[in-house]
């Protein structure tokens, strides 16, 4: 696992753009995030892309996870989110966004497969360890599925909506199999209410408490994160030697 310490938010949106961008190639296969961390690499992506600095076409994009019970035209379904938030403004096609469906979750599986595998997936980490909606006690082999949402999780989505009863409660979500199975694993975490989950993914027990601490086991994660958010890693001074030090 290599560990990327930034002073602040836009330096990791601009670390994660450019981890991110080296896959925008024709065939190219990305695994997108929702929530408020990854806007401003989205932001940064687009702002590349409207330069000419990234080539969209040819690349498709598999959303980690989808409420069940709202349509894809509620303004909250993670495929409108996403289409306003980063296909539409890179000018891609629709039919090239790919969100899993709660009436045939285990197809999502055969779409990646045909699509050739994620080739990175970008992730966000919840304050309780979560990735995607692995809540934790998830199987870490787990495929996709439906879940049922942490109350944490609920209070925490409950600021896209009216008010926290109007979150669903069920999602489908990529499980930690699936995810597992992406060639390259990209988690960006900013702001002090991270730090507790950062700690505990980077150098905490590999462990269902801690879903998103599978990315210890893959053969190529990358975490970029604030100092706020690594404000609990012991090994802030290594991570930092072993960035300045990497072999030519």
Not at 2 to 31: K, N, T
Not at 45 to 69: Q, S
Not at 157 to 167: H, I
Request: overall charge negative.
């Amino acid at each position: 696992m290599e560990v990327i310490i930034r002073d602040s938010a836009a330096e990791v949106a601009m670390v994660a753009a450019d981890i991110l961008g080296g896959y925008f190639r024709p065939g190219g296969v990305i695994g997108v995030a929702t929530g408020s961390t990854p806007l401003a690499t989205y932001a940064e992506i687009i702002a590349r892309a409207r330069a000419g600095r990234l080539k969209t076409r040819g690349v498709d994009f598999f959303a980690l996870d989808e409420y069940v019970g709202l349509g894809r035209d509620h303004p909250q379904s993670y495929y409108q989110t996403l289409r306003c938030e980063l296909i539409d403004p890179l000018g891609v096609e629709p039919a090239r966004l790919h969100v899993p469906d709660a009436a045939a979750a285990e197809r999502y599986e055969d779409e990646i497969a045909a699509a050739g595998g994620i080739d990175c997936q970008l992730l966000g980490v919840g304050k309780n360890g979560h990735i995607g909606f692995n809540e934790p006690g998830s199987s870490l082999n787990s495929l996709t599925r439906w879940k049922t949402l942490h109350p944490q999780t609920v209070a925490d989505n409950s600021r896209f909506f009216a008010s926290a009863d109007e979150v669903p409660r069920h999602v489908v979500t990529q499980g930690l199999g699936t995810i597992q199975r992406a060639g390259h694993l990209l988690l960006i975490a900013t702001g002090a209410n991270k730090q507790d989950a950062v700690a505990g993914l980077v150098e905490g027990p590999l462990s269902a408490a801690c879903p998103a601490s599978i990315l210890q086991w893959h053969r190529h994660a990358t975490v970029v994160v604030d100092a706020a958010a690594a404000a609990g890693l012991r090994n802030r001074e290594y991570y930092a030697f072993v960035e300045a030090n990497k072999p030519n």
